[in-house]
């Protein structure tokens, strides 16, 4: 997701002290991860095929899922299909979440992460929509803070949670509010699709963006001009959403004590929404993709090959990440608001931190 801020120049910040973040770091002709192209190629190509592209098929797959617990809602709005909505909602945000390691390439390019998880909501603007009659085109034309994840969220959960009071009832629920929802739904599946195709599959003159990415160095492509061009956007992207879990989705909220400051505020979807970012960067390193079970070569294998240690490291504070995270007490929204969770909740940032030194710093070494 994004949030009020550009990564980019958030980089370009942190590009003026490249110092290393921890001991191990070894960058010489026998410590380079281009001493062999088809062992890079080759992680490149399982990357895209065995976490990236089944990420975004998963993704669609949960919101038809999520689609057809609203149509059964919608049709017997009864506490038991209620809870299963819920469920299928907090189940689809989990593959969007485990992009955020790779939110480049057709997402960017099509404007696809502000689509469907754009935050801060606009909530007194969406009260206002929900009150009206929707169509699909509606939702297609609305703006981008009233639709996505978090317009559903709004819908599902409503607002008293953010009182940590009882969840919206489903005698709460209005004929608008299920077809907004519903719309809603479609698109985030529709999206899901699209990213996935746009990956796998040539479209007219425009090549599958798998293409873009694994024949990186090659003649002609001006995109990733080199092998480690296209090595350094992953590793670049995994440090991004370390950085911005830390610095935006945990340190605003943190700073402020305001719920309305969370992201997933009213599903208390929170701390799975930062620990499945974190999973992103996992997936990506480690080349698996725990959902179907697939694995192949990885980036992990490629700094293995170069400084175990470094590898140790990495794979030992991506875990500590996760779990530094799964300590702050749920739900977030009320645990930032009593200053005795202070210490738990910094120390994840600083695991966090920590993690995208260690990606920035060391690893991507490896690749200049």
Known sequence: MRFLYVYSLVMALLGCDKSSGGKGNQVDGNHS???????????LTDTVDIVIIPTYQEL??????????????????????????????????????????????????GGYDEAIDTWPLNATDLRKVLST??????????????????????????????????????????????????AVVRAISKIGQQLAADWSTAQ????????TLITAGEPGNTTYPSRQAAIQTLIEKMAGICHEVSSAKIATPLSTRAASDVESQFSFNS????????????NIYTGTYPTTGQSGASLSALVAKSNPDLDQRVRKSITDAIAAIQAIPEPFPKAIADSSNDAVITSAQHALSALETLLLNDVEALVK
């Open 271 to 282: 701390l799975k929404d930062f620990a499945d970012n974190v999973r992103s960067v996992q």
């Open 204 to 211: 007219g003159d425009k090549p599958a963006y798998k293409d």
């Open 33 to 43: 991860l281009d001493s062999n192209p088809a062992e890079q190629t080759q992680m």
């Open 133 to 182: 009659t929707t169509t699909d085109a509606k939702v297609a034309t609305a703006d981008r803070n009233q639709k996505g994840f978090h317009a559903a969220e709004f819908v599902i959960y409503g607002e008293n949670a953010a009182n940590f009071d009882s969840f919206k009832p489903a005698s709460a629920f209005t004929d608008n509010e299920v077809a907004y929802l519903s």
């Open 60 to 109: 669609s797959k949960r919101a038809d899922a999520l689609l057809a617990a609203v149509i059964t809602f919608d049709k017997d709005r009864s506490q038991t299909n209620l809870d299963a909505m819920r469920a299928a909602w907090s189940a689809t945000r989990s593959p969007w979440e485990q992009t955020e390691g790779f939110l480049f390439g057709p997402v960017e390019i």
